[in-house]
C-alpha cells in the first residue's frame, strides 16, 4: 500500500510537469501530450505503481557456465533492464534448504517478486510463499501451484516440445544429407540424447525431438542415456561418448553443460544443444538449438504486479509469443532446412500440426488412443487426466498445468539407463 501510494504521488508530479511545461513553452500539441501520458501511465502501472520501485530477486541452480541457468539470467537482466527494475540474484542454489533461505532472504531485502528456475526448488519456494504473503514468488517446471491454490505462488515454462521438434527437423534433414551423400545408410539412420533424468519434462523433449526427425526421415531411431544430474559436464561427455560409440551418428542433450557438444565436436559428430548456441565451440559440428525465451514470462510478472492484476498459476508460452525459440544454424546443416523449419513452425501455430499427433508413432506397436496422465501429481503419482484429445496427446493444454506431463515411452527410443 506505501509503495502505491509513492507510486500516485509521482504519478501526480509527473501530469504536473506536464502540463506546467505545455503552459511555458506553448509548443507542445495534443498528440505530443496524449503520447507522453500514455507513456507515464505504463510506467506506472493501471494501480499507480511504478515499475522503477519494484524490485526482482531471482534464484539460479548454478552460474553461468550451465547453459540452463545463463539463459534465465539473460532473460532476468533484460527484463529488468527494459522496465528499469531493480535485480537481485543468487546463484548456485541447490533443491533444498538453502533454496528456502536464498527466498526468504530475498524477500526480506524488499523484493516484490522472487523467482527461482530449477524443478527441485519447488517445495522451499511453496514455503517461504507461504511466510511472505505480500511477496509474489514464481517458479520454472514447477507442477504444484495449480493445487496448492497460493494467491502468490505461480508456475510457469513453455511449449519447448515445439521447439525440439522443430530443431529435431534439422537433425532429420542432416540425416538425410549423410545418407545421400553415402556416409551412412538408412537403417544407421541412429541419433542419440544425452538426458538428465527420467522426468516428464525430459521425455516430452526427447520424444519431439525424435517425432521432428522422424517427420523428415522415416527410418531414424534413437538411443536416450542418462546422467542422473543436471549438470555433470564430466558424465555428459561420458554419456555422448558411449553413445557415439554405439553408433549414434548426431547426439542431442537436455542436461545443462558443455560436455556432450564438446565430445561431438571432437568426434566430429553433428550435435544440438539445448538452451543456446555452442557454434563458438563447436564451429564444425553444431547444428541448432532450441531454448525457452523467459523474458516475456518475466515481463509478464513484472507488469502484472506493477498493475496489481493476478498472475496466472500456471503460464505456459509458446512459438506464437515468443517464449519458444531456435538458435541461428550452424554451418553444418543441411540445404532446405531454414524453409522446412519456417513451413513447420506456421503449421504449428497455426494449429495444423501437432507435436505429438498420435498418428505418428506407436506405443508397444499399437496406437495411443487414451491416456490418463498425471497433472494434479499428488503424492502416489497417481493419473487424473485424460490426454488425448483430437488425436493428439495434449501436451500442457488446456490450463490444467504448465509443465510438461508427457511421460509415454513410444516404439524407436531405446533407453540406455533408466535408473534416475
Known amino acids: 500500500?506505501?509503495?502505491?501510494?509513492?507510486?500516485?504521488?509521482?504519478?501526480?508530479?509527473?501530469?504536473?510537469?506536464?502540463?506546467?511545461?505545455?503552459?511555458?513553452?506553448?509548443?507542445?500539441?495534443?498528440?505530443?501530450?496524449?503520447?507522453?501520458?500514455?507513456?507515464?501511465?505504463?510506467?506506472?502501472?493501471?494501480?499507480?505503481?511504478?515499475?522503477?520501485?519494484?524490485?526482482?530477486?531471482?534464484?539460479?541452480?548454478?552460474?553461468?557456465?550451465?547453459?540452463?541457468?545463463?539463459?534465465?539470467?539473460?532473460?532476468?537482466?533484460?527484463?529488468?533492464?527494459?522496465?528499469?527494475?531493480?535485480?537481485?540474484?543468487?546463484?548456485?542454489?541447490?533443491?533444498?534448504?538453502?533454496?528456502?533461505?536464498?527466498?526468504?532472504?530475498?524477500?526480506?531485502?524488499?523484493?516484490?517478486?522472487?523467482?527461482?528456475?530449477?524443478?527441485?526448488?519447488?517445495?522451499?519456494?511453496?514455503?517461504?510463499?507461504?511466510?511472505?504473503?505480500?511477496?509474489?514468488?514464481?517458479?520454472?517446471?514447477?507442477?504444484?501451484?495449480?493445487?496448492?491454490?497460493?494467491?502468490?505462488?505461480?508456475?510457469?515454462?513453455?511449449?519447448?516440445?515445439?521447439?525440439?521438434?522443430?530443431?529435431?527437423?534439422?537433425a532429420g534433414l542432416k540425416l538425410n544429407e549423410m545418407i545421400e551423400n553415402g556416409d551412412i545408410t538408412e537403417d544407421q539412420a541412429k541419433m542419440g540424447y544425452v538426458g538428465a533424468y527420467t522426468y516428464a519434462e525430459v521425455i516430452s523433449g526427447y520424444t519431439s525431438f525424435f517425432l521432428g526427425a522422424r517427420s523428415v526421415c522415416p527410418s531414424v531411431t534413437m538411443e536416450v542415456t542418462f546422467t542422473g544430474s543436471w549438470y555433470d559436464e564430466t558424465a555428459e561427455k561420458e554419456g555422448a561418448n558411449k553413445l557415439i560409440e554405439n553408433g549414434c551418428v548426431i547426439i542431442s542433450q537436455h542436461a545443462d553443460s558443455m560436455g556432450a557438444p564438446t565430445a561431438c565436436e571432437t568426434a566430429g559428430v553433428p550435435n544440438v544443444s539445448y538452451n543456446g548456441s555452442t557454434i563458438d565451440a563447436c564451429p564444425n559440428t553444431f547444428l541448432v538449438s532450441s531454448r525457452v525465451n523467459w523474458e516475456p514470462y518475466f515481463e509478464y510478472c513484472l507488469n502484472s504486479i506493477a498493475e496489481g492484476t493476478p498472475i496466472a498459476a500456471d503460464w505456459c508460452g509458446s512459438l506464437e509469443t515468443g517464449s519458444v525459440e531456435l538458435s541461428e544454424f550452424g554451418t553444418a546443416v543441411a540445404e532446405g532446412t531454414e524453409e522446412a523449419v519456417n513451413v513447420a513452425k506456421e503449421a504449428i501455430i497455426a494449429g495444423e500440426l501437432h507435436v505429438f499427433d498420435i498418428s505418428t508413432f506407436t506405443v508397444d506397436g499399437a496406437e495411443l488412443t487414451s491416456y490418463m496422465a498425471d497433472v494434479d501429481t499428488d503424492a502416489d503419482y497417481t493419473p487424473d487426466h485424460e490426454a488425448v484429445v483430437d488425436g493428439y496427446f495434449n501436451e500442457s493444454g488446456d490450463g490444467l498445468r504448465s509443465a510438461p506431463y508427457f511421460d509415454v515411452q513410444i516404439d524407436g527410443i531405446d533407453l540406455l539407463d533408466t535408473a534416475f
Open 1 to 170: 500500500m506505501k509503495k502505491k501510494l509513492l507510486g500516485l504521488l509521482v504519478g501526480v508530479a509527473i501530469m504536473g510537469g506536464i502540463l506546467a511545461g505545455c503552459g511555458s513553452s506553448g509548443s507542445s500539441t495534443e498528440a505530443e501530450t496524449s503520447a507522453e501520458t500514455e507513456a507515464a501511465a505504463e510506467a506506472e502501472g493501471t494501480e499507480g505503481t511504478a515499475l522503477s520501485e519494484l524490485k526482482a530477486g531471482f534464484i539460479f541452480l548454478h552460474d553461468e557456465n550451465s547453459t540452463y541457468d545463463l539463459n534465465f539470467m539473460n532473460a532476468a537482466k533484460a527484463a529488468c533492464e527494459k522496465l528499469g527494475v531493480e535485480m537481485v540474484s543468487k546463484t548456485n542454489i541447490p533443491e533444498g534448504q538453502e533454496c528456502y533461505e536464498a527466498a526468504c532472504e530475498l524477500a526480506d531485502a524488499g523484493c516484490d517478486f522472487v523467482f527461482a528456475d530449477s524443478f527441485g526448488h519447488e517445495d522451499y519456494m511453496i514455503e517461504a510463499a507461504k511466510e511472505y504473503p505480500e511477496v509474489q514468488f514464481c517458479h520454472a517446471t514447477g507442477t504444484k501451484a495449480h493445487t496448492e491454490g497460493l494467491d502468490n505462488f505461480h508456475n510457469a515454462f513453455a511449449s519447448i516440445y515445439d521447439g525440439r521438434y522443430l530443431a529435431g527437423i534439422v
